[in-house]
């Protein structure tokens, strides 16, 4: 009897622990991005989105500001945001990225450390609005 009690005890803990895990499997993008990963547009120009790029870890998709054929602001509009780990890599990545975008006025830019499916789809996605822009 006293095994029996003992066997389920600690078959109901851990099913317990097996259905409260949680894992990040299904990709998810943040609609609207962070404020730390991305700063405002400055002056005017024109907009032009990126496509949209389609990682592993969920969808990225950038538009940039063009004013006098000159790229003034890149900003991630869909982005990995799924679970805690998946923020913590962008808060780093996407200023990062926005950075080097701007000083290259292209999407030959490195990727992030860390951050490289995040930093792939970013690239192609920018690429994609600089042609738009005909600017590719």
């Known amino acids: 009897m006293r095994r029996i009690i003992l066997w389920l005890a600690s078959t109901v803990a851990a099913l317990v622990l097996l259905f409260s ?5 299904g990709p998810t993008a943040a609609s609207s991005p962070q404020s730390a990963a991305v700063a405002p547009a400055t002056g005017t120009g024109k907009t032009f989105d990126g496509s949209v ?3 592993r870890w969920g969808d990225v998709q950038v538009r940039i500001t063009v004013d006098g054929g000159k790229v003034t602001d890149v900003t ?4 990995p945001a ?3 780990r998946d923020q913590e890599i962008n808060a780093y990545a996407l200023p990062r990225l926005r950075t080097e975008a701007l ?3 292209s999407a030959d830019i490195d990727s992030v450390s860390g951050a490289t ?6 690239k192609e996605s920018l690429q994609a609005a600089l042609d738009a822009a005909d600017l590719g």
Do not use: I, K, P
Not at 21 to 25: A, D, I, K
Not at 76 to 79: G, K
Not at 117 to 122: F, K, R
């Open 117 to 122: 499916v995040t930093s792939e789809g970013y």
């Open 53 to 55: 790029a389609a990682t």
């Open 21 to 25: 895990y949680r894992t990040s499997t």
């Open 82 to 84: 799924g679970n805690r």
């Open 76 to 79: 991630a509009l869909t982005y």
């Open 103 to 105: 000083a290259a006025q």
